[in-house]
């Protein structure tokens, strides 16, 4: 079981340009969230998808957005990049209704410039 | 809004020591997580509490979930360097993970 993966790893971008970050969940799991983790502090909930559909949002503007496909994957989509979007971005997978918890992927770090 | 507040926010013990992380809210939450987190991974899922006054054990971790579901503890035992880390709860609202601030331990040898 190769668990959660995301791509890329790492990734540095210039302030206003669009980025998308990668995610394939653990097997057997159909729900996968978002977060965003800065330094020093615990992850926040960007927002949620399951079956193919977006079920919940935090606090975060419309330049944040996702898909997510049949297959479970999902991409997560920042657009007009701030210096402040520099962060570890985390993707987790569970499985509905399920109180087994959420897995993490070893995250992407966005640097902006 | 639910907020998760843990305490102490940074531990520098040493090596065999005990010690005890609290994570508190005045919000009910339908499960809780704690996660270890190493510089630049991913959280690692340790536990899931999911009924008020559950005892877990792992090792030499104990993990709580408050009466009202609305706290929890991890206590470690003998702490070792490997033990070093970002540890953070998380509680589940609606299917979502509400995450303390974390705490910071550091074990030395």
């Known amino acids: 079981d190769a668990g959660v993966t995301q791509s890329p790893t790492h990734l540095i971008k210039t302030r206003g340009q669009q980025v998308t970050l990668r995610c394939s969940p653990k097997s057997g799991h159909d729900t996968v969230s978002w977060y965003q983790q800065a330094l020093g502090q615990g992850p926040q909930f960007i927002f949620q998808?399951?079956?193919?559909?977006?079920?919940q949002r935090g606090n975060f503007p419309d330049r944040f957005s996702g898909h997510q496909f049949p297959n479970y994957s999902s991409e997560l989509n920042v657009n007009a990049l701030l210096l402040g979007d520099s962060a570890l971005y985390l993707c987790?997978?569970?499985?509905?209704?399920?109180?087994?918890?959420?897995?993490f992927g070893q995250g992407t770090r966005l640097t902006v410039v | 809004t639910q907020l998760l507040e843990q305490s102490p926010q940074f531990l520098s013990i040493q090596e065999g020591e005990n010690l005890t992380v609290y994570c508190n809210s005045s919000s009910v939450f339908s499960s809780l997580q704690w996660y270890r987190q190493e510089p630049g991974e991913g959280p690692v899922l340790l536990v899931t509490v999911v009924t008020g006054g559950e005892v877990k054990k792992l090792k030499r971790l104990t993990f709580q979930f408050g009466d009202a579901r609305k706290d929890s503890s991890l206590h470690i035992t003998a702490a070792q360097p490997g033990d070093t880390g970002l540890y953070l709860c998380a509680g589940t609202v609606t299917g979502k993970l509400i995450f303390g601030q974390g705490t910071t331990l550091q074990v030395k040898p």
């Open positions: 998808y399951y079956e193919e559909e977006e079920r």
């Open positions: 987790a997978s569970s499985r509905a209704r399920s109180s087994l918890g959420a897995f």
